[in-house]
């Protein structure tokens, strides 16, 4: 069972930036693909951004190119994203997941991760 535990969200103004941590259990975290996905009010879950199971691969959703950055520490079983010049369009719940079996390129599929933590808020004033 692999467990999932974010952290980092809050109250931002636009232009301000966050860092979202998402701390994993196990012993198996380097050999997962991990994402970022988020879910706004009313609106379905979106891919953010995804890191290969090396981190030598990313990928992210065009409103996060050049803003965000998806980064991971598999000593410290944790992956970060880093958001800057957050814009009202960025609220949501952000939520970390996990993909054991790893694809080339990473999944942008919320179906094809297995793990998920519990979502950590993100709201940000205009």
């Known amino acids: 069972q692999v467990q999932l535990v974010e952290s980092g969200g809050g109250l931002v103004q636009a232009g301000g930036s966050l860092r979202l941590s998402c701390a994993a259990s196990?012993?198996?975290?380097?050999?997962?693909?991990m994402g970022w996905f988020r879910q706004g009010p009313g609106k379905e879950r979106e891919f953010v951004a995804g890191?290969?199971?090396?981190?030598?691969?990313?990928y992210y959703t065009n409103s996060a190119k050049g803003r965000f950055t998806i980064s991971r520490d598999n000593a410290k079983n944790t992956v970060y994203l880093q958001m800057n010049s957050l814009k009202p369009a960025d609220t949501a719940l952000y939520y970390c997941?996990?993909?054991?079996?790893?694809?080339?390129?990473?999944?942008?599929?919320?179906?094809?991760?297995?793990?998920w933590g519990q979502g950590t808020q993100v709201t940000v004033s205009s």
């Open positions: 997941a996990a993909d054991r079996t790893p694809t080339i390129p990473v999944a942008t599929s919320p179906s094809k991760y297995a793990y």
């Open positions: 890191i290969s199971w090396s981190g030598r691969s990313t």
């Open positions: 196990g012993r198996t975290f380097s050999s997962y693909d």
